[in-house]
């Protein structure tokens, strides 16, 4: 892991000083309201539906167990809300369940002291109130963590692939690069208030785990004929309510060269990106627009860059071999066992011994660059608890799994789970005995039930409509093992409204919440894709039919994947079978599914 300098380290406290002075100076109202709110979104306080919300940054998904532990405590002692306004959220949600779900027999409940994991490897929190703000913030810095540009108009968290620097195709590791972008992006003068915020995602991996073409800038390590090393770049990608897949403008970019180039990306979309439309905001449409003008502008402006300004952002050669000096692979104490066949014969057995655990190996499990390691993914995925969420205590076991078999380092994934990228082979027994103990060894990754969803409207101010409650009627149906390992690989997305937080375009099965006279409604898609080789090439998904209410969505869900098991072939996955069939047979089954559901009631 990248370990954080003393200039870091100061940089980071003094921001924390900073903004308790400025949380102090609001609360005495000598700082108006209207100049606190930019300061504190800065910091990553945002206002939502019922109190603040803080999300935390996590460049690139590493956790250190130590780092994890604090925002445990931050869950347990912190995210605590006023009881009368928690309360009167909880009677007003309490209401809402049988009225705007339309009878959805499963209500979404409140709850507080936890954390919640985003796709864009970030951690939120939904009830910490603002006057405990300055405090946590602290909290934050003691473990070298901030919420500095997780909001704004400003360039985001940069995110990566889960498994960067352990990848079996990897390569070349992208998190020295994520890290170099960190540094540079962070406060960068110029880029401070963009026309919208600004999303990067870099990775190094042949397949495409970080969604890097449905990012505003998309980094792709590879190398040329001559085993150059450089990035394949993308621009232009993004979700919302006009979802788009980046375009290629650099076949291939020499590494060292990247900031310089991506200052010119950014540069040209400061000057003529849309400030007058919130909607039309974004990278996406400036290039959607312009096309290959754009591309042209980016290219004049790299070269005035290079040649006037005499490339200022250029990586050494030193400076990439200090900041990867920091992603080492860590020194394992532990007796791994080296000879091959050792290794297979006590797994083997295991699995023979258990079928959960060799579903556990199957799912759950990766494999790794070093042949000795695996890479095992912790699921946070369950009945009654929101997909991402993890408790206090979970956190503070998951930190227990962290530094007893995976070098202290933990990972956030896209997917909305925790990842431990150390884990010795032979240990996989006794790990998934302690995962196992602790909730965390449910083998359903990749499956139906691992499924992304966004906070939606138990929580955000933007939302349309509610994801959680949808995500758990969806879960209780499919509880059984045997039928989500019969069912395969899935990847199902749940957003809230319009700005896509749960990814819903890019699910094989997308459920979007929308408002429909005042009441909640949703409209599912079908054959959206990540760019993963699971999914094949990014794609958004196509709409089925009208929107459905709350109690018709499992029911349509429900007759999708029944069509799906009557035309799939012999191991074909769900996505492989909705592309040569076609949308018609699917499109029927949601029709009759919701005919049914009307006239049952």
């Known amino acids: 892991m990248y370990q954080y300098t003393e200039f870091d380290r100061q940089f980071v406290r003094a ?62 002692e912190y995210d605590q809300p006023n009881a009368e306004l928690f309360q009167a959220a909880q009677a007003k949600q309490d209401l809402l369940g049988p009225v705007l779900t339309g009878g959805l027999a499963i209500s979404s409940k409140l ?8 796709t864009r490897q970030n951690i939120q929190y939904n009830w910490i109130p603002l006057d405990k703000s300055a405090d946590v913030m602290d909290l934050l810095a003691s473990v070298d963590m901030h919420g500095i540009q997780t909001s704004g108009n400003c360039i985001r968290n940069i995110t990566s692939d ?21 540094q540079w992006s962070t406060l960068h003068p110029e880029f401070a208030f963009l026309p919208r915020k600004f999303k990067i995602a870099v990775s190094g991996a042949r397949e495409d785990r970080a969604a890097t073409a449905w990012h505003d800038v998309g980094l792709h390590l590879i190398r040329n004929t001559e085993g ?15 979802p788009i897949i980046g ?40 290039v959607k627009a312009e096309g290959q003008r754009y591309i042209d502008d980016v290219e004049a402006e790299y070269l005035q860059i290079m040649e006037h300004d005499g490339g200022p952002h250029t990586i050494t050669q030193e400076e990439l071999d200090r900041v990867t000096a920091c992603f080492v692979p860590p020194s394992l104490s532990c007796d791994r066992k080296t000879a091959d066949a050792k290794i297979a014969n006590i797994l083997r057995a295991a699995a023979e011994d258990d079928i959960e655990f060799g579903r556990w190996l199957k799912q759950n499990v990766a494999s790794h660059k070093n042949p000795d390691l695996r890479a095992v993914t912790l699921s946070f995925k369950r009945l009654g608890q929101a997909p991402g969420d993890a408790t206090a205590d979970q956190l503070d076991k998951a930190a227990e799994l962290a530094d007893a078999f995976s070098a202290g380092e933990l ?100 459920i979007l919440g929308v408002d429909k006279d005042g009441l909640e409604w949703y409209q599912v898609s079908l054959g959206g894709s990540d760019g993963s080789t699971l999914s094949g090439d990014p794609v958004p998904g196509k709409v089925v039919g009208p929107s459905f209410t709350a109690s018709e969505v499992p029911e349509v869900i429900e007759a999708v994947l029944e069509t799906y098991r009557q035309h799939r072939t012999t191991g074909e996955t769900f996505i492989t079978t909705l592309r040569r069939v076609g949308m018609e047979p699917y499109k029927a089954a949601a029709k009759s599914a919701r005919i049914a559901v009307v006239e049952q009631a």
Request: charge should be positive.
């Open 15 to 76: 921001r924390a000083d900073q903004y308790r002075d400025q949380l102090t100076r609001w609360q005495a109202g000598t700082l108006p309201e209207d100049e606190f709110r930019p300061l504190r979104l800065q910091n990553g306080w945002y206002v939502q539906r019922y109190a603040p919300m803080l999300r935390v940054a996590v460049p690139y998904g590493e956790l250190s167990s130590a780092q994890v532990r604090v925002l445990a405590k931050i869950a347990r």
């Open 111 to 118: 709850t507080a002291g936890y954390a919640h994991f985003t």
């Open 162 to 182: 889960e498994r960067a620097g352990i990848a079996a195709d990897e390569i070349a590791d992208p998190r020295p690069f994520g890290e170099i972008l960190r």
């Open 228 to 242: 150059e090393l450089g990035f394949k770049v993308l621009v232009g990608g993004g979700m919302g309510r006009t």
């Open 247 to 286: 375009t290629v403008i650099r076949e291939f970019l020499p590494w060292h060269q990247v900031m310089n180039f991506i200052e010119a990306i950014v540069r040209v979309y400061n000057r003529y990106g849309r400030r007058d439309n919130i909607y039309k905001a974004r990278i996406k449409i400036l």
């Open 411 to 510: 990972r956030v994934t896209h997917d909305q789970n925790l990842l431990l990228p150390w884990v010795a082979c032979d240990q996989l027994p006794e790990l998934w005995r302690a995962a196992r103990k602790a909730g965390f060894a449910r083998p359903n990754i990749r499956l139906l039930t691992d499924m992304i969803a966004c906070p939606g409207g138990d929580f955000c101010s933007l939302a349309n409509a509610r994801s959680i409650p949808i995500a758990e009627a969806i879960t209780e149906r499919y509880q059984d093992m045997d039928e989500l390992h019969d069912l395969g690989e899935i990847d199902l997305h749940i957003s809230g409204c319009i700005n896509s937080c749960g990814h819903h375009h890019s699910g094989h099965i997308g």
